[in-house]
């Protein structure tokens, strides 16, 4: 399908898709799905673009009142949902339709032989479509468990033995209502865009909290009753073993949205004094596919990250604690390597992020599938690329460093908490120093800071003292604006969202003679910023003079 469609083609003609990076598309992605993962647009630059290219209207769908759309035979599930498109006014006999594609001709002449009106295009933005088609046709079960319901169904629980059988478990009257309350939890985790859920048993309280944007936030109570019968239904959904609450379990569980998404939970239970904690993390393949300019590196940073990914050899680090979004830059590098001519293989600890094209190991030390295990067998498989989970032990390491010293381009992370700490954390492991500075190319440090919202953020005046402690410089401080968290019904706290804060160190010359005479982090630190890289705290106070998040913020999430 590679230019079959009018679309591609005119996006191709007039240079703002590379025709030689087109390839089959797969039958579940719309074409400005698959358009924005060869771009870097995002899913409103190119419906603008469209706009501009047909001469059609352009429209924000979230300033629609979806209660005020047609609501008589235009509103066609069935044809809504086959050619993705949504009926938006009726003016006469003249039925204006949103679609993210203007070149969309089937949708138009299906819809004008069923409805016997005529159709005109409306442009929007693919993602915000796919929202209000499932917020129109969202179907609620009509059961709303209130505390007194839950009251009376932690009744019926609260004398259950901790060695519950099967019947219990299965008993579907008793258990409606918790089956409903989890699918609830669940289903409001992703619109609140959470990216955690922690189910918590305390001796006398039970809490369930998300983690928005970097931060927990208690969302229910539960009656402490409860405990068992939740525990034991996300269970069933992980498909985990009921009868063990003395042991650590991992499952998965994929939650079926609408008839084209679905949406992966990893699941972890841990026994505690009071119950099995369980945490659940939301995996969203699509974050993989949002294209590196919406990640938040400036400009040299994303220079150095992209010729790091043209390199036919060499390792590429990805450092920082869990949940600063090491994943999601692994996975965008790897979406822009992955063509039908290079052979990708990756070993992973879980496996979160499917992409097609690219061979995914699952480890599983139990059938000695380990990290080390994997890359043996990955260089005996003519591998372009590969990228290994996390680097946790000198077996791995060492593997990892040959095949980047023998014309394969290795990507991996590290826990470490700055660039330069990545390095003698590899001498600490006994990696010689001759062998990172020949193999090593680039390394990665980051954080997620939390974004401020742009319908309420304010602006913040600090004294020139209190600026300078921070870490602005004379010239900054001439010319600063900051601006402060407020809050609003369209926000969290003051803020929407994330955006990385990245420290990105190339192995110059310079750096590998520290490297080689092996010199600590600091030497490392100091030398890198001769040579003008940015540490995570400068990074972040750009980030915060740009407007885009606060001074708070950047202090909880960098060091001084």
């Given at each position: 399908?590679?230019?079959?469609?009018?679309?591609?083609?005119?996006?191709?003609?007039?240079g703002?898709?590379?025709?030689?990076?087109?390839?089959?598309?797969?039958?579940?992605?719309?074409?400005?799905?698959?358009?924005?993962?060869l771009?870097?647009?995002?899913?409103?630059q190119?419906?603008?673009?469209?706009?501009l290219?047909?001469?059609?209207?352009?429209?924000?769908?979230?300033?629609?009142?979806?209660?005020?759309?047609?609501?008589?035979?235009?509103?066609?599930?069935?044809?809504?949902?086959?050619?993705?498109?949504?009926?938006?006014a009726?003016?006469?006999?003249?039925?204006?339709?949103?679609?993210?594609?203007?070149?969309?001709f089937?949708?138009?002449e299906?819809?004008?032989?069923?409805?016997?009106?005529?159709?005109?295009?409306?442009?929007?933005?693919?993602?915000?479509?796919?929202?209000?088609?499932?917020?129109?046709?969202?179907?609620?079960?009509?059961?709303?468990?209130?505390?007194?319901?839950?009251?009376?169904?932690?009744?019926?629980?609260?004398?259950?033995?901790d060695?519950?059988?099967?019947?219990?478990?299965?008993?579907?009257?008793?258990?409606?209502?918790?089956i409903?309350?989890?699918?609830?939890?669940?289903?409001?985790?992703i619109?609140?865009?959470?990216?955690?859920?922690?189910f918590?048993?305390?001796?006398?309280?039970?809490r369930?909290?998300?983690?928005?944007?970097?931060?927990?936030?208690?969302v229910?109570?539960?009656?402490?009753?409860?405990?068992?019968?939740?525990?034991?239904?996300?269970?069933?959904?992980?498909?985990l073993?009921?009868?063990?609450k003395?042991?650590?379990q991992?499952?998965?569980?994929?939650?079926?949205?609408?008839?084209k998404?679905s949406?992966?939970?990893?699941?972890?239970?841990?026994?505690?004094?009071?119950?099995?904690?369980?945490?659940?993390?939301?995996?969203?393949?699509?974050?993989?596919?949002?294209?590196?300019?919406?990640?938040?590196?400036?400009?040299e940073?994303?220079?150095?990250y992209?010729?790091?990914?043209?390199?036919?050899?060499?390792?590429?680090?990805?450092?920082?604690?869990?949940?600063?979004?090491?994943?999601?830059?692994?996975?965008?590098?790897?979406?822009?390597?992955?063509?039908?001519?290079?052979?990708?293989?990756?070993?992973?600890?879980?496996?979160?992020?499917?992409?097609?094209?690219?061979?995914?190991?699952?480890?599983?030390?139990?059938?000695e599938?380990?990290?080390?295990?994997?890359?043996?067998?990955?260089?005996?498989?003519?591998?372009?690329?590969?990228?290994?989970?996390?680097?946790?032990?000198?077996?791995?390491?060492?593997?990892?460093?040959?095949?980047?010293?023998?014309?394969?381009l290795?990507?991996?992370?590290?826990?470490?908490?700055?660039?330069?700490?990545?390095?003698?954390?590899?001498?600490?492991?006994?990696?010689?120093?001759?062998?990172?500075?020949?193999?090593?190319?680039?390394?990665?440090?980051?954080?997620?800071?939390?974004?401020?919202?742009?319908?309420?953020?304010?602006?913040?005046?600090l004294?020139e003292?209190?600026?300078?402690?921070?870490?602005f410089?004379?010239?900054?401080?001439?010319?600063?604006?900051?601006?402060?968290?407020?809050?609003?019904?369209?926000?969290?706290?003051?803020?929407?969202?994330r955006?990385?804060?990245y420290?990105?160190?190339?192995?110059?010359?310079?750096?590998?003679?520290?490297?080689m005479?092996?010199?600590?982090?600091?030497?490392?630190?100091?030398?890198?910023e001769?040579?003008?890289?940015?540490?995570?705290?400068?990074?972040?106070?750009?980030?915060?003079m740009?407007?885009?998040?606060?001074?708070?913020?950047?202090?909880?999430?960098?060091?001084?």
């Amino acid at each position: 399908m590679k230019l079959s469609s009018p679309l591609i083609r005119k996006l191709v003609s007039f240079g703002y898709i590379d025709q030689n990076r087109l390839s089959d598309k797969d039958e579940s992605t719309t074409i400005p799905e698959y358009l924005c993962q060869l771009s870097s647009f995002t899913a409103e630059q190119l419906a603008q673009k469209a706009a501009l290219l047909f001469q059609a209207p352009f429209l924000s769908i979230k300033e629609l009142d979806l209660a005020f759309i047609p609501d008589g035979k235009e509103r066609n599930e069935k044809l809504i949902k086959k050619h993705h498109v949504l009926p938006i006014a009726l003016k006469g006999k003249t039925l204006y339709l949103a679609s993210a594609d203007p070149t969309n001709f089937d949708a138009f002449e299906d819809y004008e032989f069923n409805t016997g009106l005529q159709t005109e295009v409306v442009v929007v933005a693919y993602d915000e479509l796919d929202k209000a088609i499932d917020s129109l046709f969202e179907k609620s079960d009509g059961i709303e468990l209130n505390d007194d319901q839950l009251s009376e169904l932690s009744g019926v629980t609260a004398d259950v033995d901790d060695r519950e059988t099967e019947n219990d478990v299965n008993n579907k009257e008793e258990d409606a209502p918790i089956i409903v309350y989890i699918n609830k939890i669940l289903m409001d985790a992703i619109k609140r865009g959470a990216s955690d859920l922690h189910f918590e048993p305390y001796e006398h309280v039970y809490r369930i909290r998300f983690r928005v944007d970097g931060v927990l936030h208690e969302v229910a109570n539960p009656p402490i009753g409860l405990e068992s019968r939740i525990s034991a239904r996300i269970k069933v959904m992980s498909q985990l073993d009921l009868a063990e609450k003395r042991k650590p379990q991992d499952g998965r569980i994929k939650l079926k949205i609408t008839a084209k998404k679905s949406i992966d939970f990893r699941v972890s239970t841990l026994p505690t004094l009071w119950g099995e904690k369980i945490v659940m993390r939301i995996l969203d393949s699509s974050s993989a596919m949002l294209g590196i300019d919406v990640l938040g590196y400036e400009p040299e940073q994303k220079e150095l990250y992209l010729n790091a990914l043209a390199q036919p050899q060499g390792m590429i680090l990805v450092t920082g604690p869990t949940g600063s979004g090491k994943t999601v830059s692994l996975y965008t590098g790897l979406n822009i390597l992955n063509k039908p001519e290079r052979n990708i293989s990756t070993a992973e600890d879980p496996v979160e992020i499917n992409l097609v094209g690219i061979n995914q190991v699952q480890i599983n030390p139990r059938a000695e599938m380990t990290f080390a295990n994997a890359l043996r067998a990955f260089l005996r498989q003519d591998p372009d690329i590969v990228m290994v989970g996390e680097i946790r032990d000198l077996e791995t390491a060492e593997i990892s460093i040959k095949a980047a010293q023998t014309g394969h381009l290795v990507l991996s992370t590290l826990h470490t908490n700055s660039a330069p700490e990545t390095l003698t954390r590899l001498m600490n492991m006994g990696v010689p120093s001759y062998n990172i500075a020949s193999s090593v190319s680039l390394i990665i440090a980051q954080r997620l800071a939390r974004r401020l919202c742009p319908l309420c953020k304010a602006p913040e005046t600090l004294p020139e003292q209190e600026l300078s402690n921070l870490g602005f410089t004379a010239s900054q401080i001439s010319s600063i604006q900051l601006y402060k968290a407020v809050g609003c019904d369209k926000c969290t706290e003051g803020y929407k969202g994330r955006v990385g804060v990245y420290e990105v160190m190339p192995i110059t010359p310079k750096i590998a003679d520290v490297i080689m005479q092996g010199g600590n982090s600091l030497e490392i630190a100091k030398i890198a910023e001769q040579e003008g890289i940015n540490n995570l705290r400068k990074s972040g106070l750009i980030k915060a003079m740009s407007g885009v998040t606060s001074i708070t913020e950047i202090n909880r999430v960098t060091s001084y």
